[in-house]
Nanobody
Framework: QVQLVESGGGLVQTGGSLRLSCSASGGTFSNYWMGWFRQAPGKEREFGAAISVSGAGTRYANSVKGRFVISRDNAKNTVTLQMNSLRPEDTAIYYC????????????????WGQGTQVTVSS
């Protein structure tokens, strides 16, 4: 059983940056493909970014490509999401998730989820 805890959310103005962190415990972190998803009010949870077990492979949604960067530190059991050039449409609860499926970009393929952290981008 893997426990995931997100941190780093908050309120930022359009064009600003935030760095989200996710700390994992209770399992072998380096066995999992890690992802970030987000859910805005009234919308379905959507994929944002994901990273392979080694960190060498990444996936990004088109909506965040070129603005967000995902990384991981297997020694510290953490995965981070650096978010730049933020827009009001990036406002959502951001979730960290762990998957046993390589390349997973669908929420249904993720086994473990954090509680989420709120990101609000003001215009």
């Amino acid at each position: 059983q893997v426990q995931l805890v997100e941190s780093g959310g908050g309120l930022v103005q359009t064009g600003g940056s935030l760095r989200l962190s996710c700390s994992a415990s209770g399992g072998t972190f380096s066995n999992y493909w890690m992802g970030w998803f987000r859910q805005a009010p009234g919308k379905e949870r959507e994929f944002g970014a994901a990273i392979s077990v080694s960190g060498a492979g990444t996936r990004y949604a088109n909506s965040v490509k070129g603005r967000f960067v995902i990384s991981r530190d297997n020694a510290k059991n953490t995965v981070t999401l650096q978010m730049n050039s933020l827009r009001p449409e990036d406002t959502a609860i951001y979730y960290c998730a762990a998957s046993t499926y390589y390349g997973a970009t669908t929420a249904a393929l993720y086994n473990y989820w954090g509680q989420g952290t709120q990101v609000t981008v003001s215009s």
